[in-house]
């Protein structure tokens, strides 16, 4: 099945990865984007973007009446757990209330499938990993308080609305660029691991720090698991297929179920560039997460979906030739 899909956020980072899979797919993506941290660049020639705010009920009533969309990928909101401490409002207003106003707006116009951008922080520091969906929420920044809260309003508006029918996607750390070059990471001020590593071996960065070495881990340095950005557009689109073909409300992992510390993944792009890279070691940031690995049994078994690009040195080297490419 096809049709038109509206895509918020859809001028950032994994949104315009979505939308490059819901074109190969044949789908008709309609990106909805404020661009306040997104880029009209990363939107492929021929898609239609409406320059807007999820928040915006007149706004999105023109835009869901004009589409008539089959179903919405929200990727739209803030990501950043350092300042979502510093700026707890901020991420309330733009992860839960926006979301809000959108699923009022979705819901009004006749709901239908929805996929929701979620994340790992939802689980705090899990006593057992990798984490399986069924983990107790305890959510240590703001930014994953939003985003558990935001999920909650979904399972409820799902209860209530039949019609309606989400899937949240808590995603693990996602990184990598589009294997063809087409999108990646623009953002100025990106605290991603990859992208701060591949900027400081391209010398655009004096030195890459790493924020606490003395967590209880192989090498003191957190671990994540870290899944590339094509295989999470991938996951949406397969959630997207499942709830057209009538599939039920639910939630999944995005990630490999495998991790890697932040010395490892330094140490890995070391071996590629053939250098050591300047690394400051500096003392833990608040809403930092020791460790965090996913359990992703249920997103294969459930949507069938099989990661293509599960391979830290291929995420990295995308990584590296995106960012290469973009500052030429």
């Given amino acids: 099945m096809t049709g038109t899909v509206l895509v918020t956020g859809g001028a950032g980072y994994i949104g315009s990865h979505a939308v490059l899979e819901l074109l190969a797919?044949?789908?008709?993506?309609?990106?909805?984007?404020?661009?306040?941290?997104?880029?009209?660049?990363?939107?492929?020639?021929?898609?239609?973007?409406?320059?807007?705010?999820?928040?915006?009920?007149?706004?999105?009533?023109?835009?869901?009446?004009?589409?008539?969309?089959?179903?919405?990928?929200?990727?739209?909101?803030?990501?950043?757990?350092?300042?979502?401490?510093?700026?707890?409002?901020?991420?309330?207003?733009?992860?839960?209330?926006?979301?809000?106003?959108?699923?009022?707006?979705?819901?009004?116009?006749?709901?239908?499938?929805?996929?929701?951008?979620?994340?790992?922080?939802?689980?705090?520091?899990?006593?057992?990993?990798?984490?399986?969906?069924?983990?107790?929420?305890?959510?240590?920044?703001?930014?994953?308080?939003?985003?558990?809260?935001?999920?909650?309003?979904?399972?409820?508006?799902a209860l209530a609305h039949p019609e309606f029918r989400p899937i949240s996607l808590r995603y693990f750390n996602v990184a990598g660029a589009d294997p063809q070059g087409r999108t990646g990471q623009r953002g100025q001020q990106s605290t991603h691991l990859i992208r701060v590593a591949v900027e400081t071996a391209l010398g655009q960065r004096e030195r890459l720090e790493v924020f606490g070495v003395d967590y209880d881990t192989r090498d003191g340095s957190c671990?994540?698991?870290?899944?590339?950005?094509?295989?999470?557009?991938?996951?949406?689109?397969?959630?997207?297929?499942?709830?057209?073909?009538?599939?039920?409300?639910?939630?999944?992992?995005?990630?490999?179920?495998?991790?890697y510390t932040v010395l490892e993944v330094v140490a890995a792009l070391e071996q590629i560039v053939g250098r050591s890279l300047p690394v400051k070691r500096a003392g833990r940031r608040p809403g930092d997460i020791p460790r965090l690995v996913s359990d992703s049994t249920s997103l294969r078994r459930e949507l069938n979906w099989t990661p293509r690009y599960d391979d830290l040195g291929l995420i990295l080297r995308s990584a590296l030739s995106w960012q290469s490419n973009l500052t030429r």
């Fill in 25 to 157: 797919r044949g789908f008709k993506p309609v990106v909805l984007d404020d661009l306040s941290t997104g880029s009209p660049d990363a939107i492929p020639t021929g898609v239609e973007f409406r320059v807007g705010d999820v928040g915006d009920d007149g706004f999105l009533d023109g835009v869901l009446n004009s589409h008539r969309p089959v179903g919405v990928m929200h990727f739209a909101g803030s990501i950043v757990v350092e300042e979502s401490v510093r700026d707890p409002l901020k991420y309330y207003y733009n992860n839960t209330s926006k979301t809000l106003s959108l699923l009022n707006a979705w819901i009004r116009h006749g709901g239908g499938p929805f996929i929701f951008s979620s994340t790992a922080a939802v689980y705090g520091v899990p006593p057992v990993q990798p984490v399986t969906e069924r983990a107790e929420k305890a959510p240590m920044s703001p930014y994953g308080s939003s985003k558990w809260m935001s999920e909650v309003a979904i399972h409820d508006a």
């Fill in 223 to 259: 671990e994540r698991d870290f899944i590339h950005v094509s295989d999470l557009a991938a996951a949406h689109v397969a959630a997207l297929d499942y709830l057209l073909a009538g599939g039920s409300p639910a939630v999944f992992n995005c990630g490999y179920g495998r991790g």
